[in-house]
């Protein structure tokens, strides 16, 4: 079973649409992190969320927190072709914070021009 | 800047080879961490360091082994290659808080291929 479930898997949207994706478990999370990852690259930290209900902005990209702190979204308005890549929500691999990162399987995301 | 290098972007290697995938951090960072990403899998954490000499088992260790002798440096290694090692490696630093999560700066990647 895996631990953090993202939806969709895939999303290929035109450039001007706004668009939310997820990142689900079971589980409490005492803090969770977003990353995207471009072609090529490695995954580049985008957010962390601590607190459950909390709501951090990130230009176009605003993220969310649960209340329950198991879930998290990312909405982003007026996408981008730069917004262009799979992102990836993570959560500490053994509940610390000097341990790695279990990541979800991502969300493909693709803005056409 | 802050950077993570890993030695090769891509390597080939045979069937029973031993590999060695080198990465070295510039940012004097406690903790280190071998990934690997497969596609339909994801992201799944190998080996993680948090001190010199010091190593973590992560979620698939089986098959690899890693060594920690200078702070700047996290070699992983395959003992003996085989094909279902084929797969993106990363190597990722982060600094060793208190707790919490702290950010992790992840190297380009390695596309390994066994053959």
């Known amino acids: 079973t895996q631990l953090l479930e993202q939806s969709p898997q895939f999303l290929s949207i035109q450039e001007g649409e706004n668009l939310t994706v997820y990142c689900n478990s079971s589980s409490v999370f005492s803090s969770l992190q977003w990353y995207r990852q471009e072609p090529g690259e490695g995954p580049v930290l985008l957010v962390t969320v601590v607190t459950g209900g909390e709501v951090k902005k990130l230009k176009r990209l605003t993220f969310q927190f649960g209340d329950a702190r198991k879930d998290s979204s990312l909405h982003i308005t007026a996408a981008q072709p730069g917004d262009t890549g799979l992102y990836l929500c993570?959560?500490?691999?053994?509940?610390?914070?000097?341990?790695?990162?279990?990541f979800g399987k991502g969300t493909h995301l693709i803005i056409q021009p | 800047d802050v950077k993570v290098t890993q030695s090769s972007r891509y390597l080939v290697k045979r069937t029973g080879e031993k590999v060695f995938l080198e990465c070295v951090q510039d940012m004097d960072h406690e903790n280190m961490f071998w990934y690997r990403q497969d596609p339909g899998l994801g992201l799944r954490l190998i080996y993680f360091s948090y001190d010199v000499k010091m190593k973590e088992k992560g979620d698939i260790p089986e098959g690899y082994s890693v060594s920690r002798e200078k702070k700047e440096r996290f070699s992983l290694i395959l003992e003996s290659a085989s094909t279902n090692q084929t797969s993106m490696y990363l190597c990722?630093?982060?600094?060793?808080?208190?707790?919490?999560?702290?950010?992790?700066?992840f190297g380009p990647g390695t596309r390994l291929t066994v053959t």
């Open positions: 993570a959560v500490g691999f053994s509940g610390g914070g000097a341990d790695g990162l279990t």
């Open positions: 990722a630093s982060s600094i060793n808080g208190a707790g919490g999560l702290y950010e992790q700066y």
